[in-house]
């Protein structure tokens, strides 16, 4: 049995200085087990998903994990490496 591929998406603004530097960490990491991480800005998602916005907002960036919150803040290296290979 394969294990299924995971989802990687960070939650993120527009002018996020630190949206940015843990998005590059996500692409490093997510590269060494096949994956594209996702970005999703939660002003713009605000129009279709206002509770996107409403409970991450204030903690942006967020990494979520097969759709669940990982992280916050900072990206958990080894926890989100020792997760993917789950």
């Keep these: 049995m ?4 995971h989802s ?16 590059e960490q996500l692409l490093a990491i997510c590269a060494d087990f096949d994956i594209e ?3 999703v ?3 713009e998602a605000a129009g279709t998903d206002p509770g996107l916005r409403a409970e991450y907002g204030d903690r942006l960036p967020v990494v ?14 080894p926890r989100l490496r020792a997760d993917l290979t789950r």
């Excluded at 394969?2 to 591929?5: D, E, G």
């Excluded at 990687?8 to 843990?22: N, P, Q, Y």
């Excluded at 979520?64 to 290296?77: A, P």
């Design 2 to 5: 394969t294990n299924p591929t």
């Design 8 to 23: 990687v998406t960070l939650l993120t603004r527009s002018g996020c200085g630190l949206c940015v530097t843990a998005f």
């Design 37 to 39: 991480p996702s970005t």
């Design 41 to 43: 800005d939660v002003d």
């Design 64 to 77: 979520l994990l097969d759709g669940r919150e990982h992280s916050y803040f900072d990206v958990d290296e």
